[in-house]
């Protein structure tokens, strides 16, 4: 099969590692990649959002197969405008169309959603702008710590949680009146749920679904989870908190009556759900919905698939999820990311890279690197995740903690507490 990857993090360098395992892979590309990526398959300088480009190069490369990423491309429309075009209608894409990508791109549809099927999530109410009077006297009905969230996409800034009514509401008029563009001119407030969090990915091909690995991310930037919240700082799979009896709740309450609320809308979903959840005095809650994988959880999520993910994503993408068997080690995986100084703040980038050739046990997955000649030099803020297996959570952390230390680079930061319990 020949396979165009969309994206350009430790995510797509991840999912590009286990692909390039599978039989079937004739040739892979990735759209636009990192310098990890480039030692499996051939990087491309296209924007996965530039439709006609990709477009263009799927046909003259006859591509298979397109697995989308991130969040964006599917939020514009990748997957409709695949569909609807004459010459792209055979090639297969992994990823809901825009309509479903909602659940990930309006808070709103996503609580919606949740509410007609019975899904556990907290209580809520939406507004929009011109409705701050009432949006306030709701708020005054809650208990602190109030939870506000920008029913559209904020770069991952679009929540906020106040302890004070007064500057809630504050905030909920800055954020109606367009904090966050027009992303925030819609809102929803919400019931504030204390627990653990953690995260489950399914895979699924709009009948049928596999549950892949669980994971828990660490997304604050200080150790002891303190500081500003960032993309997820490392993670690791399994997670000790989420027993059989937990996996059962959420399958049960959370993952079929999500499936079968997809099958029955009338929009397509084919490719990844990332249920983010939250364990609330032992009952499982849905925090929120991506419609893609989570971002460093990948990285612990595909070193546990022992079985050919690319010949699981084929059949999803023909309907035949339902034959394949997944198949999962028994093995811990954790990671750590390496970030740049400032992160997640403005940082600098085009940092030289070293010691990447001596690094042992451990699979570095390029989530911000580019080539600058012969060179790999920094090229975000989140920059390497060091992902390792072990027969125990313990001895993964020391081979991940092995790697980072291995590598050097002006500036890096790193949580020095993956995996304790929180
Ligand atoms: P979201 O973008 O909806 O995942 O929210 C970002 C983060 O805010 C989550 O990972 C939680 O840590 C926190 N959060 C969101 N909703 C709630 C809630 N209802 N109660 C407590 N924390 C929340
Ligand atoms: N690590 C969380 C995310 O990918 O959204």
Redesign the pocket.
Known sequence: MRVLVLGSGGREHAMSWKISQSNLLEKLFIAPGNAGTAELGENINLNPEDFPSLKSFCLKQKIDLVVVGPEAPLVAGVVDYFKNDAELKSIAIIGPDKVASQLEGS?KFAKEFMAKHQIPT?AYRSFSSGDEAEAKAFLATLKAPF?L?ADGLAA?K??L?IDNLAEAQEELDAMLSGKFGDASKTLVI?????GL?FSVFVLTDGKSYKVLPVAKDY?RVGEGDTGP?TGGMGAVSPVSFVDNTMMEKVISRIVEPTVRGLNEADFTYVGFVFI?L?EVQGEPMV??YNVRMGDPETEVVMPRIKSDFLQHLKATAEGRLAEEKLEISEEFATTVMAVSEGYPGTYPKGKEISGLDKLKEVLAFHAGTKLLEDKIVTNGGRVIAISALGSSKEEALSRSYAGIKAICYEGIEYRKDIGFDL
């Open positions: 808070k907290a939870v969230k991952g679009g929540v949680i919400e019931e504030f749920l204390g969090e997304k919240n983010g939250i925090i929120e």
